[in-house]
T-cell receptor
Framework: EAGVAQSPRYKIIEKRQSVAFWCNPI?????LYWYQQILGQGPKLLIQ????????DSQLPKDRFSAERLKGVDSTLKIQPAKLEDSAVYLC????????????FGEGSRLTVL | KQEVTQIPAALSVPEGENLVLNCSFT??????LQWFRQDPGKGLTSLLL?????REQTSGRLNASLDKSSGRSTLYIAASQPGDSATYLC?????????????FGQGTRLTINP
């Protein structure tokens, strides 16, 4: 069974530039999550989708971050414009059951903002 | 506010020892708790998922326990090996006013010395 796929693995940009990350969850998983993990900290939820609807985006900085999950499968997370403090690993996870199932994570996308 | 705490932040033990990692949480109204392993530069790998109705789960050399009344979970690793070196994170799914919220601890960085 294929795992959660993410790309790109690494990205370096200047501040005020834009960047996009892509995630393809495990086949059949209805719930998709984007997390931000700053070095030395636990992951922080940015947004949670159930199929193509948003369940929780309370911690998403909506002035610069956006995410979509068209057709309820893969998802894109965009940052525009990027700030220095956005340097982090962006992790995508999926689960089969809404809210209760085991989470499976991708390898992450490491963003460095200069 | 629902919080998850993992102490210590780092732990170093010689190979072969049995060890316990701790996770504490502030609210006993939880749905489940999941332990993850994270290798440097990698995503999170699920180790064990304990539902709120369960007291423990076992997988190979790993055993996780859950005590909701005291707000604690432990991850027991038997006969530790250098390959067990990684950061271990626990994540608690809290029940908050009919909704569910997954909160991660900061992790314990484990080093097994040959």
């Amino acid at each position: 069974e294929a795992g959660v796929a993410q790309s790109p693995r690494y990205k370096i940009i200047e501040k005020r530039q834009s960047v996009a990350f892509w995630c393809n969850p495990i086949s059949g998983h209805a719930t998709l999550y984007w997390y931000q993990q700053i070095l030395g900290q636990g992951p922080k939820l940015l947004i949670q989708f159930q199929n193509n609807g948003v369940v929780d985006d309370s911690q998403l900085p909506k002035d610069r971050f956006s995410a979509e999950r068209l057709k309820g499968v893969d998802s894109t997370l965009k940052i525009q414009p990027a700030k220095l403090e956005d340097s982090a690993v962006y992790l995508c996870a999926s689960s089969w059951m809404v809210n209760t199932g085991e989470l499976f994570f991708g390898e992450g996308s490491r963003l460095t903002v200069l | 506010k629902q919080e998850v705490t993992q102490i210590p932040a780092a732990l170093s033990v010689p190979e072969g020892e049995n060890l316990v990692l701790n996770c504490s949480f502030t609210d006993s109204a939880i749905y489940n708790l999941q332990w993850f392993r994270q290798d440097p530069g990698k995503g999170l790998t699920s180790l064990l998922l304990i539902q709120s109705s369960q007291r423990e789960q076992t997988s190979g050399r790993l055993n996780a326990s859950l005590d909701k009344s005291s707000g604690r979970s432990t991850l027991y690793i038997a006969a530790s090996q250098p390959g067990d070196s990684a950061t271990y994170l626990c994540a608690v799914r809290f029940l908050i006013q009919g909704a569910q919220k997954l909160v991660f601890g900061q992790g314990t960085r484990l080093t097994i010395n040959p």
